[in-house]
């Protein structure tokens, strides 16, 4: 994490010297075209192009973060991990008995199945109330046995 930090600061200082520079290069040629304005004005376009790369890297890895935080809080709330606040049922303080986290992982890829089923526009059309035949299933629980 720290290194994604000193790379965007590294190229928002970069961006911020750049505009500088560009700055007072138009204001040294008095707004005419000159080779060092041109010259001041392609490191700037650079360093912007840089700069968002960097913004891009760190909210891919903060995201990246969020997902793998709340994956794991799912499963320590489904897998009972996570002790109960005074006054609820179960473990889980859902008064639901906790799945193991197997389980939660099928689950979790039958509905990501069922989404781009969905966003593809076939959810009805070719039978996407069953997952392809090739998902994992628990034996225990009729509703994910292949029919």
């Known amino acids: 994490m720290d290194s994604i930090v000193d790379s965007l600061n590294s190229a928002y200082q970069e961006f911020v010297t750049a505009s ?28 912007w192009e840089l700069f968002r790369v960097a913004c891009d890297q760190a909210e891919e890895f903060v995201e990246s973060l969020k997902q793998r935080i709340g994956s794991e809080c799912l499963v320590d709330e489904a897998t009972g991990s996570v002790a109960g606040k005074p006054g609820q049922d179960g473990p889980n303080g859902s008064g639901l008995p906790p799945i193991s986290a197997v389980r939660l992982e099928q689950m979790s890829k039958a509905v990501r199945w069922l989404v781009l089923e969905l966003q593809q526009g076939s959810g009805a059309s070719s039978g996407a109330s069953q997952p392809p035949s090739s998902a994992p299933f628990d034996a225990r629980f009729t509703e994910d046995a292949p029919q």
């Open 20 to 47: 500088a520079a560009l700055l007072e290069a138009r204001e040294g040629s008095g707004g005419q075209k000159t080779a060092a304005a041109e010259a001041a004005l392609e490191n700037f376009k650079q360093r």
